[in-house]
């Protein structure tokens, strides 16, 4: 190789190396902004930040609690599922007559609510008569033959047993909802 090969290949080799350097810089110039950025960063972490000495302990302390209140929720949801269902199992009750009796009752309840609401009626068509009556009659005290005394009565009766019947099947009705609630509630704990 010649003298002139020589440095042909020499400044070959410095403009390789130059071309490297400056592709370096480029990409630093590139990068430069997040770099101060990161570097002010740094800076302001070791002035600001304080980290108090049993930091990570109460640290720990906290994500356990944040774990048990999370377990705590899931639970919740649990048992507010469990109860929204409609219906329940015979094997969580302990007899299975009570089972069907709270079904049957529950099936009923549309029919008790007819009947509250025709006796409700009764009391009231029973009232307006009585003010038309009032009405009509003015102070004069009208004069009920036999037959219309009777039917008063058997209205009286059967408004007085239509009555009955409603406080009876009222509180047959809350008694068995409280023991499927009970029942319900012992088969969550369970």
């Not at 071309?19 to 430069?32: C, F, H, N, Q, V």
């Not at 000495?53 to 507010?80: M, P, S, Y």
């Not at 009764?122 to 009405?135: F, H, I, M, N, S």
């Not at 007085?160 to 009876?168: K, N, P, R, V």
Request: glycine fraction near 2%; hydrophobic fraction near 35%.
């Amino acid at each position: 190789m010649t003298e002139l090969d020589e440095a042909s290949q020499n400044r070959f080799n410095e403009q390789k190396k130059l071309a490297g350097e400056l592709s370096t810089l480029e990409w630093m110039k590139d990068k430069w902004p997040v770099y101060s950025e990161w570097q002010t960063l740094q800076e302001k972490t070791k002035q600001d930040f304080y980290f108090p000495a049993d930091g990570n302990i109460r640290l720990e302390h906290f994500i356990n609690r944040l774990r048990e209140r999370e377990n705590e929720l899931l639970q919740l949801q649990e048992r507010k599922k469990a109860l929204e269902e409609p219906t329940f199992s015979n094997d969580a009750i302990l007899n299975k007559g009570e089972a069907l009796e709270i079904e049957s009752l529950l099936e009923m309840w549309p029919v008790y609510q007819e009947r509250k609401a025709a006796f409700q009626e009764l009391r009231y068509a029973e009232r307006k008569q009585l003010e038309q009556v009032t009405l009509h009659f003015g102070d004069m005290v009208p004069s009920f033959n036999s037959d219309m005394d009777r039917q008063v009565e058997q209205i009286v009766q059967a408004m007085a047993e239509i009555d009955s019947d409603f406080q009876t099947e009222e509180l047959t009705l809350t008694f068995f909802k409280k023991k499927k609630r009970r029942v319900c509630k012992r088969k969550l704990i369970a």
